[in-house]
Every structure is written in C-alpha cells, then in structure tokens.
DNA sequence: ATTAGTGGTGTTTTT
DNA sequence: CACCACTAAT
C-alpha cells in the first residue's frame, strides 16, 4: 500500500521520491515539482520506516524555504519534527557550534556579526592596524576575506603572490583574531568553523555520520566549495545524499557557488542515477517558450528542455516606457487592472534587478494608495535603530563585544567623543582586555579618584546637569551593569523592553523629529522577541543529549542575524510583493513584471567584464520569466534616474533573445507625460507611448517619426550599428547629437552628413 | 566634544 | 542620490 501522497507524482517524480538508499543528483527545472519531491521523498523515507526524524537533515538556502519543507513535511506526516535537522546551511552550522561551543573554541555566548557588522569590525580593524583604507578599501577586505573563508582558507593558507596579496592575508589573520577576541563569528566562519569542527573532531564526525544517514539539499546549484566539503564530512558508507538543483537556475556564482559540485557530487558519491524533471506544472506555454529560447543562448549547460501540456496562453505583453516615473505609472495601472479581473494582489510579483529600483516603483504605488510589500532592502533587523537596541542587548549578554560596544557607546549621546573612544581602545590594547574591562578600569579610577579628593564633583554646569542623565564612560559603564542586573532572569520581550526605555533609545527618538516610525519598530522588535519565544517554545531544537541549549536571548540574536529578513512590517495583508530577481527564486505567481530590461541595467553593466557573468545574467533572467504562471510583463524605461543624473539606456538584449512570436508590444492605457523628461530640438515627443527602441521590432512603427530626433531615441548607423541619442545641440544645417553606442561608446554626429535612422 | 556642513565617492545580486 | 569622511564653527 503506497501512502496517499504519493499519488499524482508523475514517473519521474515518483522514480526520485521512491529512490533506494543512494546517492542521487535530481535535476530539476523551473516549476517541476522540486520542492513537492524533496518534501515526499523526506516523508515517504520516515512514512515506511527506513528513517526516523532523527536521521534526517535538510538543507536549504534561505530561511523562507526551510520553513516551507518543514511545514509541508508536518502536513504528510502526523509526527513531531523535533529532532530533525532542517534549515540553511548557515542556520545548521550555527546549531551544530551552540551545541558543541566548547569543542569549536567559542564562547557559549558568541554572536553572530551581519554584512554590516563585520564591515564596521574591519574598519575598527584597519585603523587599528594604521592600514591605509584608500589602499585597503574595506569593503574589498571583506570581499578577500570572505572569499577566503568560503574557498576553506584560513589565512595562513591563503596563496600569496604579491606584496597586496600578502597584506591582505595579514589583515585577515588579524581579523580572525580580533573577532575570536571578541567572540564573534561572520556568516562565513560559521560554516568553515563547523567544517573544521567535523574536520578536527572524530568522535564528533563520526557521530553525526552515524546519525544522519539522508541528507537533503535543496539549490544544491548554489552551493559553495566549502558548503559542499561541509557535506561531505557527513559521507558515512551507507548515507545517501539526495541533492536537487537545477544548472540554469544558478545565480548565485558570486558568492561563490560552483555548478561543478554538481559533477563532484556524481564522482564523490557514486551517484548512479540522475533524475530530470522537465515536466513543467507552473507555467503556460508562451512563457516557457520564453524561457527556454533564452537559456538556450548560454553555452554552459548540462542541458535539458521543460515543457509542458497546458495551453499556449497569453503572448508576453512588452511595454517600453519614456521615462522610469512612467514605467512605474503604468505598473500601478495595470497591476489595478489586474485587481479588477480578480487577480489577488499578493499573486501579482514586480521584479527588478537591483534594490534601488524600487524606490521609484514604491512611489508610484504609495501615490496610487495601493498596498505592497518589499523583500529584501533594508530589512527589519537592519535598521539603525534596532540595530543599536540589539547592540545593547549584545553588550550585556557578552561584555567582550567590542562592536556593540562602539556602535552605543555614544548613542544616545553622552559626551563620549572620538577621542574618549580613541584613548579607550589604547589603554584596551595596553592591557590586553575588551574595551569593556578598558572602560571598567577607567570607571573604576575614576570613582577612586573622587574619593580621594573628597567627592568634589567639580560642579558641571547646569545646563548639561539636568539635560542628559548621564555623562562620561564612568555612567556608561554604571547603565550597562544596572541594565544587566534589572534584565537577569527576566523573559526576553520585557528584556528588551528595560533596554529600550533605560538605555534612553525611547527617548532619543521621542524627541527626533522623525522618530515616529523608528519608535514603532522599536515596538515591533518587543513584539518580534514575543513571537520569537512563542515559536521556539512551540517547536524546541531537541539536540542530541549532553548538549546545551542556548538561552533565549543568544538564539534571538542569532535568529536577528540570520533571519534578517522574515520580520517586515505590514506582513500578512494581501499586498502586491516586490523584490529583486534574486530574492524571488523558488516563488511563483499568477502575474510577473519584470522591470528596468535595459542594457546596464539587466544585463548588469558590471556582469560585463566577469567571467561568464552574462551567462549568469542569461539565468535570472531565466529565474525571472519561469516566475510566472500565466501572464508576463516585460518593461523598460528609455531614460531612468540613477545615481542622480539621468540615463539614456537601450532595450535589454534579452529582447533579441526571446522569439518575436511570443511578443506583443502593448501601450499604457493613458498617457503620462513625466516632468523630468526634456525634449530637446522637437516637439514630437508626446506621440503615443509606441515609438520603438526595441529592436525585436524593425522599424516599421516609426514612419510617421521619420527625419525628428530627440534625446532618449534610439537610432542605427551603418558603421557603429545602434545606439541611442544621449544630447543634442545647434539646430538646422549646424544640428548635431551625440549618441551612444551599443559598441564604440559616445560619439557626435553631424545630423546633416551622418546617415543615421531610428532604430 | 559635538555638530553642521561640505565635498568626494561609489553603487548588483544574499545567507 | 546617498553615504562617508573630513573640516570648520559652536
């Protein structure tokens, strides 16, 4: 008797959830049914009995898609998930080095430092070190020692080749150093921490290899080198890893990720059977066509065709608008036309390349009093001020946490300059200790010193007495400890509470102006703490006996630096879902825009000069268009506001990429004309939204434009080929316009000789 | 010691 | 445009 939810599995779905204990490599397309295999296979394991909870672990990239396998595992199975092992890489590894703290060599209570700590870490750093930051930008430190991290280099690994080469490798060991000083761990020491843990520790390796014997990867495209050697550490004889991916959909090579785990996989685990899925379930057929005709023009492929049995559809609907202000406009006119065919707005996505394009679009909708939601951005947990309300909880948790100790040291202010802080950080470094015992010293002498002479106060001035509470390191350090003393043995949420209020946050940004919304979130973090604690009671991570569990404080934390973004506010509502490319992989809806499709921009013009990165583009793209279901918008904007200053961009070649068929051009309903745009030289500006710069249409819309030019057009010249008209000057016999070119750049054309026609 | 103002610079994508 | 680091003025 086969469990209900194994029916309607197709042959090779069935085939891969049904596999024998063996390594296995799925290969599985846009919207086959990846994430219903994984969640069957894991159920179907513990459903006949060749598994228990126990001995599975599941891996996924991000946090949205862990919590989807575990909700959709609970649902086949009436069991408890306590005790499996499902979650992000980095997630796992943070479970597995609080459990085993001791053995990896970190305090129980180590935190976890986000993007932007650990590049204010190495910016401490630097100046520390005296580095000169123009030669030693930190942002390319971070990237060097990342990179480092996640090829397994510790620095005294690292290949040094050059004087820089090896500067860097020395800023990296002092950075090591420091954060262990410190006891703080980046996103990358997590898991090359865990590594070296199994690495370094047999008896520990070999119980998690007893222990776990299925692992499930999800992504698995998007793995890392190290990531892949983490799993191999768990490569007992007899376990099988059963990894899905699919090559077309890896976007992520920037961060490190090798399609080649993929062949490595099949070598180091002697997989012998790999399973395609190709049937297509989402999408109908244009939209797939799409897809596939674009990815068809990467090179590097393993190869494989979706398709799938249901109906044509709708042609993609193509909308070149003038202006960024108008793409957006008509976004919100058709995402309200939509809405009015009863298309639910949380199933309509408006994608974009890049964050910044959203302000714009956001806008738009906000003007439009339409609501929606953004991922990704400026998350929850990265705001500055819960940023500073976690840093003062970091601080009272580890007083060795010199980053949360800089981060609030003055804020709110109270008289604590860069120059305090300067001589802080020296007599720390004399005598070898955290800026917190420097500043418990400096307290210390300080209240000596009073005594000694006789409790004169040397009377401040007035003013500054009633105005702020307290000043100086000595009232600091004397709030922190009363903080720490009020806050002990307290739940979490009120917690945060005490802090908030006694570390005069409330009250900083009561008085500020714009305050308002800051307060609010500091709210939403009370509120945040509370559901934390909910869920955590609800579901306990169940470690392995002799393990300690962290107090709720840490794996709040915790759950702050790794979970970044799952708090946003108004979450729930039906609400139309913004977010970049990247952000919606593994999502679907009922109807995509994909904005800004215009050279430089997607393609991103820096995608350029890395290697393979137009194919890597080639793939979001690819990841963009299988989002959708049954209707696909593709829009682009002829000038656009970036970095201040306005650009003329020409139509994205993925436009050549996609067979005309399966286009129709389509204009917005009404005509915005925005104020930004400036003609120059003609009038003839306004004419319909329908003057084509695309060049999947040959220039037949354009007659009645013929002999006017204006900036933004897009144009040919039998020698450079197309481009698109960047300024114009003088007028009659003397006009002349400069153009950029696709390839050849800027150039002047006398408008009388050159023998240029609109594109 | 702090702040306001200026000028220079950089900017993809994320756990 | 937005963020930073630095300078000049309080």
């Known amino acids: 008797m086969s469990p209900g939810f194994l029916s309607g599995l197709n042959e090779q779905q069935l085939e891969a959830v049904t596999l024998p204990r063996q390594s296995a490599l799925v290969l599985a397309g846009a919207g086959s049914g990846k994430t219903r295999v994984l969640t069957t296979r894991a159920a179907w394991l513990i459903h006949t009995g060749q598994l228990s909870p126990m001995g599975l672990m599941a891996v996924t990239f991000t946090n949205k898609a862990a919590k989807e396998m575990l909700t959709r595992i609970s649902a086949m199975l009436p069991i408890n998930t306590r005790g499996m092992w499902v979650g992000t890489f980095h997630g796992l590894c943070n479970r597995m080095l609080r459990a085993h703290f001791r053995e990896a060599g970190l305090p129980q209570l180590f935190q976890i430092l986000d993007t932007q700590d650990q590049l204010s870490v190495i910016k401490r750093l630097l100046k520390s070190l005296n580095a000169d930051e123009e030669r030693f930008p930190p942002r390319q430190v971070q990237w060097f020692i990342a990179g480092s991290k996640e090829e397994g280099l510790r620095a005294p690994e690292v290949d040094v080749h050059d004087e820089f080469t090896r500067r860097m490798r020395d800023i990296y060991a002092a950075y090591d150093e420091q954060c262990q000083r410190e006891g703080v761990v980046d996103f990358a020491e997590l898991l090359l921490r865990s590594y070296e843990l199994l690495s370094r520790n047999e008896a520990l390796r070999s119980h998690y290899g007893a222990r776990f014997e299925h692992i499930l990867v999800d992504e698995f495209q998007d793995t890392n080198r190290l990531q892949y050697r983490w799993l191999k550490r768990f490569a007992e004889p007899g376990n099988a890893i059963f990894a899905v991916g699919d090559d077309d959909q890896s976007i992520y090579a920037f961060r490190g990720a090798s399609a080649a785990n993929m062949q490595d996989l099949q070598r180091d685990f002697a997989v012998e059977r790999v399973i395609r899925l190709e049937q297509n379930y989402r999408s109908h057929g244009h939209i797939l066509d799409a897809a596939n005709a674009l990815i068809s023009h990467n090179r590097k492929r393993l190869g494989k065709n979706l398709w799938t049995s249901d109906a044509k559809g709708e042609p993609l609907r193509v909308l070149e608008a003038l202006t960024d202000l108008d793409e957006a406009a008509f976004i919100v006119d058709e995402v309200r036309a939509l809405r009015g065919d009863g298309v639910a707005l949380d199933e309509i996505a408006v994608l974009y390349r890049s964050n910044a394009q959203s302000r714009v679009i956001e806008h738009a909708l906000f003007k439009a009093g339409m609501p929606y939601r953004v991922y990704g951005g400026l998350r929850f947990f990265e705001r500055q001020e819960i940023k500073h309300a976690l840093a003062y909880l970091r601080l009272v948790a580890n007083p060795g946490d010199d980053g949360a100790l800089v981060r609030i040291i003055n804020f709110p202010a109270r008289g604590i300059g860069a120059r305090s802080l300067e001589q ?336």
Do not use: C
């Open 424 to 759: 802080l950080q020296d007599a720390a470094r004399e005598r070898g200790t955290s800026l917190w015992g420097a500043a418990l010293l400096k307290s210390e002498g300080r209240r000596q010193k009073a005594e000694e002479n006789g409790g004169d106060t040397a009377s401040p001035s007035p003013i500054t007495q009633h105005a702020s509470p307290g000043k100086g390191i000595p009232s600091f350090v004397a709030l922190i400890e009363r903080m720490r003393e009020a806050t002990s043995g307290l739940p979490l949420p009120e917690t945060i509470e005490h802090i908030v209020e006694a570390s005069g946050l409330r009250a900083h940004y009561r008085a500020e102006k714009e305050g308002a919304d800051r307060l609010e979130n500091l709210s939403e973090l009370i509120n945040a703490a509370t559901i934390f604690i909910a869920e955590r009671d609800v579901q306990p991570a169940g470690e392995a006996p002799g393990t300690d569990e962290p107090d709720e404080l840490t794996a709040f934390l915790a759950h702050a630096a790794l979970e970044a973004g799952e708090h946003q506010a108004q979450a729930g509502a039906e609400a139309l879902q913004l977010m970049t490319v990247h952000s919606a992989k593994g999502l679907e809806f009922h109807s995509v825009f994909i904005s800004g499709l215009e050279e430089g921009l997607f393609p991103h013009e820096n995608s350029l000069t890395e290697a393979d990165g137009i194919e890597e583009e080639r793939r979001l793209m690819y990841v963009a268009l299988t989002r959708a279901r049954r209707r696909l918008y593709l829009s682009l904007a002829q000038s656009r506001m970036l970095h201040g200053q306005t650009r003329y961009n020409i139509a994205s070649r993925f436009f050549q990429e996609i067979p005309d068929g399966l286009m129709r051009r389509i204009s917005p309903a009404f005509h915005v004309q925005s104020s930004r745009f400036n003609v120059s030289g003609s009038a003839s500006a306004t004419e319909g939204g329908g003057v084509s710069t695309l060049n999947t249409e040959p220039g037949t819309l354009n007659a009645r434009n013929a002999g006017q030019w204006r900036v933004g057009q897009n144009v040919v010249h039998p020698t450079f080929g197309t481009g698109v008209i960047v300024n114009s000057e003088g007028r009659g016999p003397e006009a002349r316009v400069q153009v950029n070119f696709r390839s050849g750049g800027l150039k002047w054309l006398m408008l009388e000789y050159a023998r240029l026609a609109p594109a």
